[in-house]
């Protein structure tokens, strides 16, 4: 018997060795989060997981947890990856981290079964790991690929940690996203000469090519810097050429410099100088049939072209600053500066003077805080006063102190009566709080929601963005997704949409930067759809809000009909047709530094724009008056000074929407870097013209499980947004 029992404890060991080794099947070999481990927090952010096979070829999927901008851990679990046997396979999983230094729990999974879970945490140094800690969402992220071009000096080193843009130069172009949304927290992509795997990462037809294009219709930029290397990679039928502002003709030889030591301020200064020996002239790629912004030009020779990409941009760079001369050229810094489009000391569109002070901001960095501030107001919820909450706190503490001890020691002489007294005043007061707190919060699911709909009318390109914020009259979890309404024409529209939580900039109480760790677990937490389209189990408490974001994209149906013709300075003149089908109230059409102000524009009415009927930009934007100065005689503008506890959700908009155009960052004292790509001052540059306005027919609606939610007492506005094309 002894020895039958010794049999089945090895048997069971035997068992246990087995189950660990095919468990272990697949393991995690290398983790590469965001750009070589840099990211910003509240952006998707591409990760990337390399897998280890074992001896037999495996169908696994990644799980992915993180913590949200409210601390909460959320999960996401990416389509089928195959893992050959004996080799590595690598993943590439799209995640939004909420914390500057966040936890990361990788889990690989067979079905139901969990083959290997790891735990990874910013800034960590672990070999074959690339994960530190976030930036901030309010500064900048910029990715470099190539050789340098001066793009470090050009940027510097800020010593405001809250405005730095961050340099990031990539080796490869591996490591450039496959999904369009790893690029949401970039600013602006620059591929220098000689970039190392350009042509297999950007191939035709390769999932990069199609995720850097998504991107640029999306909102993004790209800097095309190819200098020297521009023949070989803008041949025809190069990937590339797609991008370019024109047809590009081949390589030559620039003996003029004049206009570019303009550019880099250096002209009668510090000039270009060339080695002994070397022969005078920069070679530089020539463009045909150029199509954009001529920002430089050396004759008739484009150096610098800017084109709009739908609601993105493209900017191209004819010589090469990697090369002798402008390698080392006094003025490359400034040059690159401007190309990057960061504005320089003394360059401002601002002529007028503004009277707005930036006084105490509330703990609001950044104009997408104050519109998600509009959000948190729901109709019919209220918030206790302060004197409210310590009048009922002093007449508690008095009767179960001083005043249950007076009466029953005076009236009833019975001090043992306290152990049925000091209850019921609880229990009282406890009611009280809580029939207070129904009457003031309601029991209604409420949501609060803003849409704005881009249109770009020359290529039909709907963008969207639906946010909202969700109040909970009750303990319970949600299952959250959008059902667009936007018409199209196609039968079947590709209506793609990433729904995910919102987060709050900033060091603030709730802020994504405040110093505070997030948890490595939590009691409940929440998945995302694999395709990022629903939010499954969201957690919100008992009279608590939680805000989201929902970016969507379609094609044009129903729209407008714009026949605008532009003449001298920027002045235009044509008609506007509303085919919509629905009202658009209090429309803005903005050309150059001139905006045309109309009320409403009726379904099938067609709006006549004659010039001399138009206002600066600039005094709408900042809402210049006239008033007296000194002995009253004589009349200034002064621009109203921007109110950061406004609650205006168009008077927020509007500055997000055109924040280069008016100098937002000097006007309203607030960034626009957590959600800039509602900014389309560029556009104005590239001559075109926006046109916006509001309506009352919601362009998305919020479901849970499936069904509308939005009621009689949620607040919603829904404004469209048209890019039109000038003659």
Not at 494 to 519: D, K, Y
Request: overall charge negative.
């Amino acid at each position: 018997m002894t020895r039958i029992h010794g049999y089945r404890w090895l048997g069971c060991i035997a068992l246990m060795l087995w189950t660990a080794s095919a468990r272990a099947d697949v393991d995690i070999n290398r983790l590469r989060v965001g750009f070589a481990g840099h990211y910003r927090v509240g952006f998707w952010t591409p990760v990337e997981v390399t897998l280890q096979g074992g001896e037999k070829p495996a169908q696994v999927r990644l799980a992915l947890a993180v913590p949200d901008g409210d601390g909460i851990r959320t999960e996401i679990v990416s389509e089928p990856v195959d893992v050959p046997a004996g080799a590595e396979t690598r993943a590439t999983v799209c995640v939004k981290f909420g914390r500057l230094r966040s936890d990361l729990t990788i889990g690989v999974r067979d079905g139901e079964r969990t083959l290997v879970e790891k735990n990874f945490s910013a800034g960590t140094s672990l070999p074959d790991v690339e994960f530190h800690e976030a930036f901030p969402s309010t500064q900048g992220l910029l990715l470099a690929l190539g050789k340098p071009i001066g793009i470090e000096e050009a940027v510097g080193r800020s010593r405001n940690t809250v405005e730095r843009i961050n340099v990031v130069d990539l080796p490869d172009a591996a490591q450039l996203p496959d999904q369009w949304l790893g690029y949401e927290g970039v600013d602006k992509l620059v591929i220098g000469p000689s970039p190392l795997g350009l042509d297999e990462g950007l191939a035709e037809g390769s999932a990069r090519l199609a995720a850097l294009d998504r991107w640029l219709t999306e909102g993004g930029h790209l800097v095309l810097a190819l200098g020297s290397d521009s023949e070989h990679f803008f041949s025809a039928g190069s990937p590339l050429c797609r991008f370019l502002p024109g047809s590009f003709e081949g390589m030559t030889v620039l003996t003029r410099t004049t206009s570019l030591e303009m550019f880099g301020g250096t002209y009668g200064g510090a000039p270009l100088h060339w080695a002994r020996g070397e022969r005078r002239g920069l070679i530089a790629a020539q463009l045909n049939d150029v199509k954009g912004q001529i920002e430089l030009s050396e004759g008739d020779f484009p150096l610098v072209v800017r084109r709009p990409y739908t609601f993105g941009g493209v900017t191209f760079l004819a010589a090469d600053f990697s090369r002798s001369p402008l390698v080392d050229w006094a003025g490359r810094g400034l040059a690159i500066k401007r190309l990057l489009g960061q504005r320089t000391k003394g360059e401002t569109k601002d002529q007028l003077e503004s009277s707005a002070s930036p006084g105490a901001h509330l703990g609001l960095v950044d104009l997408s805080a104050q519109l998600r501030g509009t959000l948190d107001r729901f109709r019919g919820v209220r918030l206790a006063p302060f004197w409210a909450v310590a009048g009922l706190a002093a007449i508690y503490i008095a009767l179960v102190g001083p005043i249950d001890f007076l009466l029953l020691k005076t009236l009833v002489r019975k001090m043992e009566w306290t152990w049925l007294t000091f209850p019921l005043v609880v229990l009282a007061f406890c009611g009280t709080a809580g029939w207070m707190a129904q009457r003031m919060k309601g029991d209604h699911l409420l949501v609060n929601q803003i849409d704005l709909v881009d249109v770009d009318l020359a290529s039909r390109q709907v963008r969207g963005t639906t946010w909202f914020n969700v109040f909970s009259p009750a303990t319970s979890t949600y299952d959250l997704s959008l059902d667009i309404q936007v018409a199209s024409e196609a039968e079947r529209p590709s209506r793609e949409i990433a729904l995910s939580w919102l987060g709050l900039p900033g060091e603030v109480l709730g802020g994504m930067e405040q110093a505070v760790s997030a948890p490595t677990a939590v009691v409940r937490s929440y998945e995302l759809a694999p395709d990022r389209s629903a939010l499954r189990g969201v957690p919100i408490p008992v009279w608590s809000t939680k805000t989201f974001v929902g970016r969507w994209h379609s094609e044009a149906g129903a729209t407008i009909e714009a026949q605008l013709k532009s003449g001298h300075d920027d002045v235009v003149e044509g008609k506007i047709i509303n085919r919509l089908g629905v009202p658009l109230k209090e429309c803005l059409l903005v050309v150059g530094r001139w905006a045309w102000q109309v009320d409403e524009l009726k379904p099938g009415q067609a709006f006549r724009i004659e010039p001399g009927e138009q206002r600066d930009l600039l005094a709408l934007l900042k809402d210049f008056k006239l008033i007296q100065e000194g002995d009253r005689s004589t009349l200034v503008q002064v621009a109203t000074p921007y109110d950061q506890a406004s609650f205006s959700v168009r008077s927020i908009l509007q500055q997000m929407m055109f924040y280069e155009a008016g100098n937002g960052r000097s006007y309203t004292g607030l960034l626009n870097r957590y959600q800039s790509y509602v900014d389309l001052s560029r556009h104005l540059d590239f001559g075109q013209a926006i046109l916006w306005g509001e309506t009352d027919q919601p362009a998305a609606a919020v479901c849970r499980d499936g069904q509308p939610i939005a009621g009689e007492d949620d607040e919603h506005a829904t404004y469209y947004r048209f890019v039109i094309p000038l003659k």
